[in-house]
C-alpha cells in the first residue's frame, strides 16, 4: 500500500487525475442525479413560460411531455457523444479531445442559464442534449485518457477513479439540490450548471499537462516524448518495462491496424472480450443501480418512507457508494477484478429478492420500511465496491490499443441505449408488475455473477497481451471463437 502511494506521488499524475475526473466522469454522475430535486420547479418553469407566450395554461400533458424530453434528451445526445469518441480522439489526440469537450459542457451550462432569463423551455431541451453529448464523450475519453497514463501495477486504481468521481457527481447533485442550498426555485438554473466550473479549470490547466503516454508511443511513434510524459506524471525513471510492453503491442497493433466499431463486431478474436464487456454494461444497467440512482424518491415513497426523511437517506446512498468505491480501488489490486465482479453481482441479486419480500410485507409493522430501505443501502455497498467500481478498470484492461477506441465507442452506445431505454420502460414496470419488478433485477444481477464467475479470466498484473491470449482460450462446447476463424481460413 506504501509503494501504491508513493507511486502516485511522485509526479503530477494524481493532480491529473483529480482534474480529468472533476471534469469527466463527476459531470455525468452530477446531471444524473440533479435533475431530481428542482423537478417541480422545472415544470412550473414550463408552464409560466407557455403562458407568457400563448397567454393560456398548457394542458398537463403537454407539461408532461416537455418535461420528459428535457429529461430523456439526455440519454439521446449521450448517443451521439458516445459515436464520436473515436473521430474526435483520432483527429485531436487524447488531451485536446478532453478540453474540446470541456468547451461544450461550459456552452450546454450557458444555454441552460439563458433558458430561464428569456423563458425558453425549448432552451432547456436543447442544453440537456449538449450535456449528454459532453457526458458521452467525456466517459469515454476521460477513460481512455486514465487507462494511457497509469502504469501497469496501478491500473486498475487509475482507471476505478472514473467510477469513484461518478459516486462524487450523484452525493454532488443531490445535495447541492437541498432546499436548503440550490434546489429552489430561484436558483434550480444555477444548480443545473455548477458541474461547468470545473469544465472551466480543465480548459485552463489541462494544457500544462503532457498527452498520454501510450498514445504517444503507440500512434504518434515518439518515445521520447513518452518518457518524458511517464517521467512528468509517475516521477523520474526509466521505465523500460512499461516502453517494452508498450513496444510489444505497436508490433501486435502494426500486424493488426486501427479498426472500427463494425470491423471489432466482426473480428472474431476478440468476440469474448465484446461478450464480457457487453453483459457487464447490460447487467450494470439491468441490475436496477440508475433505478435507484434516478428514481430514489419514488421508490422509497413506494416503500413508505416519510417523505421528510427520504431526502436523508437519498443522501445517505450517494455516501454509501462513494465509500464503498474508494475501498474497491484500495482492494481491487490485492483481490483482483474477478471476485469483485461475480460477488458483487450475487449479494445484489439477494438483496433484490429479500426487497421484494419487505415490499410485501410493509404494512406488517412501522420498522419493515427501514428494513428496504438498509437492503438498498446493502446493494449499493456491493455494486460501488464490485461491479460499479471494476467495469471502467476491466474495460482497459480487456483491449489492445489498436481496439480500445472501437470497443468505447460500442460500449458507449450500449450503455446510453441501455439508459434511455430504462428511464422509459421503468416507470410502467412499476405500475404493472409492482413490488416484482424487481424480481427482474435479481435474475440479471445473478445472471452477471454465473457469467464472470465461469468465464471471466482475472486480469490483475497482466499485460494486455497476455490478457487477449486468455480469452483466446476460452472454448464454449470444446470450441473458441479464435479456433473458429482459423478453420474458416483454411477452408
Known amino acids: 500500500m506504501e509503494t501504491l502511494l508513493q507511486q502516485l506521488t511522485h509526479g503530477n499524475g494524481l493532480l491529473l487525475i483529480l482534474i480529468l475526473g472533476f471534469g469527466g466522469s463527476f459531470q455525468h454522475g452530477y446531471q444524473i442525479t440533479g435533475l431530481s430535486s ?18 393560456e395554461p398548457p394542458p398537463p400533458q403537454t407539461v408532461t411531455m416537455i418535461w420528459s424530453l428535457i429529461v430523456s434528451m439526455y440519454a439521446v445526445g449521450g448517443l451521439f457523444g458516445a459515436g464520436s469518441v473515436k473521430f474526435i480522439s483520432g483527429l485531436m489526440g487524447r488531451k485536446k479531445a478532453v478540453i474540446c469537450n470541456s468547451f461544450i459542457t461550459v456552452a450546454a451550462a450557458a444555454i441552460m442559464l439563458t433558458s430561464k432569463s428569456v423563458g425558453s423551455f425549448e432552451m432547456s431541451i436543447v442544453a440537456r442534449i449538449i450535456y449528454g453529448y459532453s457526458a ?22 487509475v482507471t476505478l477513479t472514473s467510477a469513484i468521481f461518478t459516486a462524487l457527481g450523484k452525493l454532488s447533485g443531490q445535495l447541492l439540490g437541498l432546499s436548503e442550498l440550490l434546489g429552489r426555485e430561484d436558483t434550480w438554473d444555477i444548480l443545473l450548471c455548477v458541474p461547468a466550473v470545473f ?78 464487456m457487453s453483459t457487464i454494461y447490460c447487467c450494470n ?166 457469467y464472470m464467475y465461469f468465464f471471466l479470466p482475472e486480469t490483475k498484473g497482466k499485460t494486455l497481451l497476455e490478457i487477449s491470449e486468455e480469452f483466446k482460450a476460452i472454448t464454449l462446447c470444446g470450441k473458441s471463437f479464435a479456433e473458429e476463424k482459423r478453420t474458416e481460413t483454411k477452408l
Open 38 to 55: 428542482p423537478s417541480p420547479y422545472i415544470q412550473r418553469f414550463i408552464n409560466s413560460s407557455w403562458y407568457d407566450r400563448y397567454k
Open 136 to 157: 458521452g464523450l467525456g466517459l469515454n475519453t476521460h477513460l481512455m485518457y486514465l487507462g494511457e497514463i497509469s502504469l501497469r501495477k496501478i491500473r486498475g486504481i
Open 199 to 276: 469544465s472551466v479549470v480543465q480548459i485552463v490547466v489541462l494544457p500544462f499537462f503532457p498527452e498520454a503516454p501510450r498514445y504517444l508511443f503507440i500512434e504518434k511513434r515518439d518515445d521520447k516524448a513518452c518518457k518524458k510524459a511517464l517521467q512528468s506524471l509517475w516521477g523520474q525513471g526509466d521505465y523500460t518495462q512499461e516502453m517494452d510492453e508498450m513496444l510489444t503491442e505497436q508490433a501486435a497493433i502494426e500486424a493488426a491496424p486501427q479498426v472500427s466499431p463494425l470491423q471489432l463486431l466482426r473480428d472474431r478474436t476478440v468476440r469474448w472480450q465484446l461478450i464480457t
Open 285 to 450: 444497467h439491468l441490475c436496477g443501480m440508475s433505478t435507484v440512482s434516478t428514481f430514489s424518491f419514488d421508490i422509497f415513497l413506494e416503500v413508505g418512507i416519510p417523505k421528510k426523511k427520504i431526502r436523508y437517506i437519498t443522501l445517505g446512498l450517494g455516501v454509501a457508494e462513494i465509500l464503498t468505491s474508494v475501498a474497491c480501488g484500495l482492494l481491487i489490486e490485492h483481490t483482483g477484478r474477478r471476485p469483485l465482479l461475480w460477488g458483487g453481482y450475487g449479494v445484489m441479486a439477494a438483496c433484490w429478492v429479500f426487497v421484494t419480500v419487505t415490499l410485501n410485507l410493509k404494512d406488517f409493522s412501522y420498522w419493515v420500511p427501514y428494513i428496504t430501505a438498509s437492503l438498498m443501502v446493502i446493494f449499493i455497498i456491493f455494486f460501488g465496491g464490485g461491479p460499479g467500481g471494476v467495469t471502467s478498470t476491466i474495460n482497459s484492461d480487456v483491449f489492445i490499443q489498436s481496439n480500445r477506441v472501437a470497443a468505447l465507442v460500442l460500449m458507449g452506445l450500449l450503455r446510453w441505449f441501455m439508459f434511455a431505454v430504462l428511464g422509459l420502460v421503468f416507470p410502467f414496470l412499476i405500475n404493472a408488475l409492482s413490488s416484482y419488478c424487481f424480481l427482474l433485477y435479481a435474475c440479471a444481477c445473478m445472471l452477471g455473477s454465473l
